[in-house]
């Protein structure tokens, strides 16, 4: 074989590689996504893009998109908002994809919802609830999520009624958990409780105990933590090994997810959380998809998953409404929406934020995630207070 | 303030000691290993890792205690080294550094990778040794004071095989002058595939402590290798008890930074010492190389 030969057969073989893909799915309907399939935000992005690939399962079976199947482009951000910038670049410039789903976590999203503001993509924002990210006057980032400044809510305003004054609040130090605390400082403010302790740490956090010390110090009522699945798993570990008792422990993420009672196993007990979405929430296809992710993936959906689906129903809802897939047209369609799916109601305001969607709170009782408020969704009553560790 | 009462600066001092006991035995291996031939082994942390693995498939499919898979752990991964360095470091000691950094590095990524492969990329923590024990008014973390009597005991083992024994001594005659001790009879290949044993056993045995107080994933080394660095620049380049001091300082400094200032400058604390530590002595607390 002579080089010649060698060199024209390799550059053939490139050339398949690079016409081919094009030619067959010349007419599909290409949607774009990145999601963190490692590092931090791995199992909670991984759940995203399993509903959400759900939604592109069932369209193309329904006979797709506008008449179109519909084929999903996604690459893993491994968690890096400047990771998640490049991509979103790369999908729209070099993949041309001709709609996007948002990363999974506030901070990836504020950085790639500045690429798809720059190049004017509109973006349904699945896996984001930092209200930092819709007031910097961008149009065309579209949240599904419930507000994290509204997380803590309805568990302060309850341990309110319990006569709870002392709270030690702790956080990540990125947009979304500061999002929580924020919203949790307002709350506060609001119903006369004190933030008696305050702290933020850094993303890599693992070590807690020097945190646990200080907030046992100061004899709180309440731990609230803007958390995600690995920092509140570690923080109620070593509160237990600290011994710290407080009546309420409460985290944003972690108590949401399965993982959560997993990894803790009893020591998860009682400790409350949020969730944008439950299976057992009366909306339409919810039960439906809660039952077919559970036969596919072995394991009930969180909301992460939720949310992923939704998005596909938000898309197909605006995409169907705008006649096409024009990106003007389906900016459009996404501010006029209106609409409630598996995922609770999708309706934004002029900065696209959401402003239809309530929060819920769950808590760990008897192994399982229950839905304790607002009421009238709630699956189980709240048990208060906390258990001592001792008495376990 | 109340930070300043005595119980609470004991409780993190015990905080401090407990997590630097750890870091130490982890940062040993890693200065006997540059002590002896000159490499700084970037994979040192993922060998931890392996051993962390190890005793979370241990735990979740026979349901062996984390502190008897270090039965199984620990020589398994002595021998993983030992070949480790017969098939790949030997090659590239006595080369330039960029060669072993190169080397090491491979190694590293490669592991990194078979452990997203193996088990994705979710955080795993072992549900075992959990909770606390009371020493009069001090809660002890069990996990944590298992994790610290445990390296402790095998960074000192390891310290007395140096000293005391002749196979010890021959590593240290090795470290010293290798060349030397070749012309003495001492098979210096051997040495070095013993010493790269050792140090990964003992990046296992960190690695198995490690599992029970953390949630960690394929990825986590990172965060360890860098404090790893930071602290056998602090206690001295290839010095075993250099290492040793360092952990222990950095651990206690890590908590009581933690404890007055926040968590996050808590993470910085490292690099802080370190520079301040290159200021003042450039070649760390115990001086360079001597294993």
């Known amino acids: 074989m002579n080089r010649r030969y060698l060199l024209s057969s390799l550059l053939s073989v490139v050339l398949a590689f690079i016409v081919f893909p094009a030619a067959t799915h010349a007419k599909d309907i290409v949607v774009g996504t990145s999601v963190a399939l490692t590092g931090k935000y791995a199992r909670t992005g991984q759940e995203q893009l399993q509903g959400f690939q759900m939604w592109v399962d069932e369209i193309n079976a329904r006979g797709g998109l506008l008449g179109q199947q519909v084929k999903l482009v996604h690459y893993d951000d491994e968690s890096k908002p400047e990771t998640g910038a490049k991509l979103y670049e790369k999908l729209i410039t070099d993949d041309k994809v001709d709609l996007l789903i948002g990363p999974y976590s506030s901070d990836v ?4 919802s500045t690429v798809v503001e720059k190049h004017n993509f509109p973006m349904v924002s699945s896996g984001a609830s930092a209200s930092e990210i819709w007031e910097r006057g961008y149009k065309n980032t579209f949240g599904l ?3 994290a400044e509204l997380y803590m809510d309805q568990i302060l305003e309850f341990g309110k009624s319990k006569g709870l004054k002392k709270i030690a609040l702790v956080y990540e ?5 500061r999002g ?3 919203g949790v400082k307002t709350k506060a403010k609001q119903l006369g409780m004190q933030i008696v302790f305050e702290e933020e740490y850094g993303k890599a956090s693992t070590d807690f105990s020097s945190m646990i010390i200080k907030i046992k110090a100061k004899k709180v009522d309440m731990v609230i933590g803007g958390s995600y699945l690995p920092d509140s798993t570690a923080f109620m570990r070593q509160a237990k090994e600290n011994r710290l008792y407080v009546k309420i422990f409460a985290f944003a993420v972690g108590p949401g997810l399965p993982d959560f009672g997993q990894n803790l196993g009893l020591d998860a007990e009682g400790v409350m959380g949020n969730t944008q979405w439950e299976p057992t929430l009366k909306l339409p296809g919810a039960k439906e998809f809660g039952e077919k992710y559970k036969a596919k993936y072995g394991h009930e959906p969180g909301y992460h998953a939720g949310g992923g689906y939704g998005a596909g129903y938000v898309l197909e809802a605006a995409v169907k409404n705008a006649g096409s897939t024009d990106r003007d047209k389906v900016r459009a369609a996404l501010f006029a929406l209106d609409t409630v799916n598996a995922f609770g109601r999708f309706k934004v305001d002029a900065t696209g934020k959401q402003i239809g969607k309530p929060a819920y709170a769950v808590q760990w009782l008897g192994g399982e995630r229950h839905v304790v408020f607002p009421t009238d969704a709630a699956t189980a009553k709240v048990a208060y207070p906390f258990k001592d560790w001792g008495k376990r | 303030m109340e930070l300043l009462e005595p119980d609470i600066l004991l409780q993190l001092l015990i905080g401090g000691l407990l997590a630097g006991m750890l870091y130490a035995l982890l940062a040993c291996g890693l200065n006997l290993v540059f002590g002896v031939m000159r490499v700084i082994n970037l994979a040192h942390a993922e060998l931890m890792l392996v051993g962390a693995f190890g005793a979370y498939v241990l735990f979740t499919v026979f349901g062996l205690h984390p502190l008897l898979s270090l039965l199984i752990i620990v020589p398994l991964l002595f021998i993983a080294g030992y070949y480790l360095q017969s098939v790949l470091i030997e090659r590239v000691v006595g080369r330039p550094m960029l060669t072993s950094l190169l080397a090491t590095y491979g190694v590293s990524i490669i592991l990194i990778n078979v452990g ?7 955080f795993k923590s072992i549900p075992a040794l959990q909770g606390s024990f009371l020493i009069g008014e001090f809660s002890v973390s069990m996990p944590r004071a298992t994790a610290g009597a445990i390296s402790l005991l095998l960074t000192v083992g390891v310290y007395l095989f140096l000293e005391r024994s002749r196979l010890g001594k021959a590593i240290r005659a090795v470290s010293e002058h290798a060349q030397v001790a070749a012309i003495c009879g001492i098979d210096v290949r051997k040495i070095r595939m013993l010493t790269f044993g050792m140090a990964a056993a003992m990046a296992g045995a960190a690695g198995v402590m490690l599992s029970v107080i953390y949630s960690f994933w394929p990825g986590s080394g990172v965060d360890f290798i860098q404090k790893c660095f930071a602290i056998i620049i602090i206690g001295g380049m290839g010095n075993f008890l250099g290492a040793f001091y360092g952990g222990i300082l ?15 400058w808590a993470e910085a604390v490292a690099y802080l010492l370190l520079v301040t530590v290159l200021l ?4 760390g607390l115990k001086g360079a190389a001597r294993v």
Do not use: C, H, K
Request: aromatic share 12%.
């Open chain 1, 180 to 182: 929580v605390a924020s």
């Open chain 2, 280 to 283: 003042i002595r450039p070649t």
């Open chain 1, 145 to 147: 999520y419930t507000l």
């Open chain 1, 173 to 177: 130090n990125t947009a979304f958990p």
């Open chain 2, 250 to 264: 950095l651990g206690v400094v890590e908590a009581f930074v933690g404890g007055f200032a926040s968590s996050q």
């Open chain 1, 109 to 112: 999203t504020m950085a790639a």
């Open chain 2, 116 to 122: 997203l492969l193996l088990f994705s990329a979710d």
